[in-house]
């Protein structure tokens, strides 16, 4: 009677896989499939860009680099640098010449704003850890800030000695200062708050550029200060966490169709290493279709934590073959070779 019974539900069951119904769905299933595959595939993209490299931002310009081992929000960075391989202090104009010298597409730089109502160019929200003053910038005018030693603080050795000491008198430069200097480059100006004056602050600096001068910038920070600073000068491109979100979030619902959110348009993905993977069309079609709705895509290592560079010769070998969108470096000097002389061998 048992064999009988499971006969009985072997032939039902071959049954049901035979009949037309399911023989429908499952053709239908597999197209749908198969579109979303051939939608999403990268190997039909054309080349995107003519000269066939990526897009490098130089991080702080050309800085000193140091471990990511147990690094927090508090940890002072200049005390832990590796032993120096160049004279160069991050966010600083040398700093910056040398990237764009190097190969550099676009340099990003922090910004703190001053008690005379300008913005000085530094990374870390008090002065203690790098320089020989302490307190916050906004305590002090761009005219104190420059009297400042930004070389102090910073040791590879556990303060045996301070290789920089006495090297970084003056060096603390203004935004102004920085546009004066390069006129025609490129920048990412990261705001270093959560407060939303410093967005309307930095709106208003900027407005006085050319159209053409601000086609060259693009800006992120926190929630509040890009929500202010979009408001008043729209044109700019820009990111923090909430235009992340409200792009990515959907894109990820039905970007497999092709669509691609409104809050995608005219902004900045910074896409952490780990996460990339699980983009739609990445990375070719990804890239293209941002690249259509005039979206910069900058891709940076790790998790997305800490701002996590392509630094090395090996760490580029964990980019997808013929990578063509942003890669986030602190060794603009190691890694912009590498792809300058990958065009010499391909022309």
């Known amino acids: 009677m048992r064999r009988m019974k499971t006969s009985k539900a072997r032939v039902q069951k071959n049954a049901f896989f035979k009949h037309p119904s399911f023989k429908r769905v499952a053709i239908a299933v597999g197209i749908f499939l198969l579109f979303i595959y051939i939608n999403n595939s990268s190997y039909l993209t054309k080349d995107r860009d003519g000269n066939g490299g990526p897009f490098l931002v130089a991080h702080r310009g050309l800085g ?17 640098i590796f032993e120096p391989e160049h004279p160069y ?23 703190r704003p001053t008690k005379d109502g300008q913005f000085a160019v530094f990374h ?3 002065l203690d850890c790098r320089t020989d003053g302490s307190g916050e910038p906004k305590e002090y005018t761009m005219a ?29 430069p203004s935004l102004a ?35 053409m001068e601000r086609e060259n910038i693009t800006v992120y920070g926190g929630d509040e200060p890009v929500a202010a600073f ?28 092709g669509y691609i959110p409104s809050a995608c348009e005219k902004t900045l993905l910074l ?39 392509y630094d090395t010769v090996e ?5 997808p073959k013929d990578f063509r969108g942003g890669i986030w470096t602190n060794r603009i000097d190691r890694i912009a070779p590498e792809f300058q002389n990958n065009q010499k061998v391909e022309e």
């Open 124 to 126: 870390d929200w008090t």
């Open 271 to 309: 896409i952490p290493e780990k996460y990339a993977p699980w983009l739609w069309g990445w990375p070719n079609k990804f890239l293209t279709r941002m690249e259509t709705v005039g979206t910069q895509v900058v891709i940076v290592a790790g998790g997305g934590r800490w701002s996590e560079g």
């Open 177 to 211: 200062e920085v546009f004066d200097h390069f006129p025609g480059e490129a920048f990412l100006i990261h705001i270093k708050s959560n407060e939303a004056e410093e967005g309307v602050q930095l709106a208003r600096f900027l407005a006085n550029l050319s159209e």
């Open 64 to 80: 000193q680099t140091f471990s990511m081992e147990g690094i927090d929000g508090d940890t002072c960075t200049a005390e832990r």
């Open 144 to 172: 104190e800030l420059k009297q400042l030693d930004i070389g102090y603080g910073y040791t590879a050795d556990n303060g045996k000695t301070y290789p920089f000491r006495g090297q970084g008198i003056g060096l603390m």
């Open 89 to 111: 202090l991050e966010n600083t104009i040398p700093s910056m010449e040398a990237a764009f010298e190097a190969g550099a597409d676009q340099v990003e730089l922090d910004i």
């Open 230 to 257: 979009k408001e008043l000068l729209p044109e700019v491109a820009v990111m923090s966490k909430a235009t992340m979100k409200s792009c990515l979030i959907p894109y990820l619902a039905a970007g497999w169709s």
């Open 315 to 319: 760490d580029l070998e964990r980019l």
